[in-house]
């Protein structure tokens, strides 16, 4: 009897532990909201900030650096433009996590009846590269929406969620919900090694120490995550781009984003029409992002 009453504690205690960490997590998801906003914004905008002449003719915002940004949108179309997309990506954190989760375990438990094991470190990489790949495609579509909700100005293309869906069903048919996919699939492998081999490498001099900002092994982590986002940023960039293709491309707040064919030839687009510097709008949004505390584990976005 003692047994099966300690036993319902403890099960009792993992439920509150998972729901605390969902609660904390769909918290710090409406929390970061307006810095999803802002990086998708400055990601979308498609002329280049060192050559005046292409801001010309320009219908629509030009916006530069993010506390600017972030008083344009309030500015023009008031404090709640902060949180658009905020229902869909509370939605996306959720099921990424779930997804990833599953994934992550069933990939590691296969491997484990593998002849041949692979080193530790081999493994997660395996097991977390395969779990992040699973959990994108998975939950694509709900990041598409976010994009396209956080693109959107005074002009609304879309009512809601569900109106959202619709109209994306009936324009552009069930594979306009994955458009940019390829680039967000391809974005896992790398980052993964990075974020590892990184981890491993500001491990064996910081971890276990105790620094102002933090734990050594906390910072390693944010050390490691900070240079895989800053290496796999590009790619971010190009499938928010692609993200807004479709017969809706000229009506979001950008309303000149170009169209665009492929991964590799939006990079080399963006490359000859905005520099280098074009590969990298938002990339100071997404790694202050990197710094707070509850966020999509090994998310490259």
Known sequence: ???????????????????????AGLVSRFCIAPLDVVKIRLQLQPHSLSDPLSCDGIKGPIYKGMFSTMR???????????????????????????????CYRGITELQAQLPRRLPPS????VSGAGAGAAATAVT????????????????????????????????????????????AVGQIVPYMGLFFAGYEFFHQYIGGKTLPFGSGDASAGVFASVLAKTAVFPLDLVRKRLQVQGPTRSRYIHTNIPEYRGVVRTLAQILKMEGIRGWYRGLTVSLIKVLFPVRILSSPG
């Open 1 to 23: 009897m003692v047994g099966h009453a300690q036993a319902y504690r403890l099960q009792g205690t993992r439920q509150q532990v998972i729901v605390a960490g969902a609660v």
């Open 140 to 183: 694509y579509p709900l990041d598409l929406l976010r994009t396209r909700f956080a693109a959107q100005g005074t002009d609304r293309i879309y009512r809601g969620l569900l109106s959202s869906v619709k109209d994306i069903v009936q324009h552009e048919g069930p594979t306009g919900f994955f458009r940019g996919l390829s680039a």
């Open 72 to 102: 344009a949108i309030v500015r023009q179309e008031g404090i709640r433009a902060l949180w658009k997309g905020n229902i869909p990506a509370e939605l996306l954190y959720v099921c990424y996590g779930g997804v990833q989760f599953t």
């Open 122 to 125: 081999a493994e997660s990489f």
